[in-house]
T-cell receptor, first 113, second 114 residues
Framework: GENVEQHPSTLSVQEGDSAVIKCTYS??????FPWYKQELGKRPQLIID?????GEKKDQRIAVTLNKTAKHFSLHITETQPEDSAVYFC????????????FGRGTSLIVHP | SQTIHQWPATLVQPVGSPLSLECTVE??????LYWYRQAAGRGLQLLFY??????ISSEVPQNLSASRPQDRQFILSSKKLLLSDSGFYLC?????????????FGQGTRLTVV
């Protein structure tokens, strides 16, 4: 099955700095890579995703890059704000019917004012 | 619009007691359904998934079981809870008709076994 590794487990930055979270996956059949944000006590919610036919995608202050050859993808947050503080999860899944999202272990991002 | 309901939101149960968590999806048909557990506020561990009524796949051997008695209903159960069953349980769904897309999560159930 798929295995997703995520680093770092904790990331502490000053407000206005950039934050980068990296993930690697093992299954070359994976073709969908979402990122979820989970605030304390809440459900995870999608913030951005990328498919295997695209190398980079950007949405305002967040961007995701994908390197299919190396099997890794990254989340970039620029101009961080205190409200960006949360746990971020990467995930990978493949087509074929079950679409099982395999998640990384999460990164706790702390943005200091 | 599609919505997912999960209940209860919190639950405190004694060791050895039974468990039943329920999840229902509205506004869609034939969704893929998933149960995840999140321990210590981190890491989403897949417990069960279902691609149709009565079709349950287990990812982790444990004293939990799942059932899908109706198309949009997914139930997580246990006959006897263990202390190690404590955690945050999340139900999720993916619309099969749109293919490989984002997962939508329920509000979660915080289970504390005492």
């Amino acid at each position: 099955g798929e295995n997703v590794e995520q680093h770092p487990s904790t990331l502490s930055v000053q407000e206005g700095d950039s934050a980068v979270i990296k993930c690697t996956y093992s299954d070359s059949a994976s073709n969908y890579f979402p990122w979820y944000k989970q605030e304390l006590g809440k459900r995870p919610q999608l913030i951005i995703d990328i498919r295997s036919n695209v190398g980079e995608k950007k949405d305002q202050r967040i961007a995701v890059t994908l390197n299919k050859t190396a099997k890794h993808f990254s989340l970039h947050i620029t101009e961080t704000q205190p409200e960006d503080s949360a746990v971020y999860f990467c995930a990978a899944s493949s087509s074929g019917g079950s679409y099982i999202p395999t998640f990384g272990r999460g990164t706790s991002l702390i943005v200091h004012p | 619009s599609q919505t997912i309901h999960q209940w209860p939101a919190t639950l405190v149960q004694p060791v050895g007691s039974p468990l039943s968590l329920e999840c229902t999806v509205e506004g869609t048909s034939n969704p893929n359904l998933y149960w995840y557990r999140q321990a210590a506020g981190r890491g989403l561990q897949l417990l069960f998934y279902s691609v149709g009524i009565g079709q349950i796949s287990s990812e982790v051997p444990q004293n939990l079981s799942a059932s899908r008695p109706q198309d949009r209903q997914f139930i997580l159960s246990s006959k006897k809870l263990l202390l190690s069953d404590s955690g945050f349980y999340l139900c999720a769904w993916i619309p099969r008709r749109t293919g490989n897309t984002e997962a939508f999560f329920g509000q979660g159930t915080r289970l504390t076994v005492v």
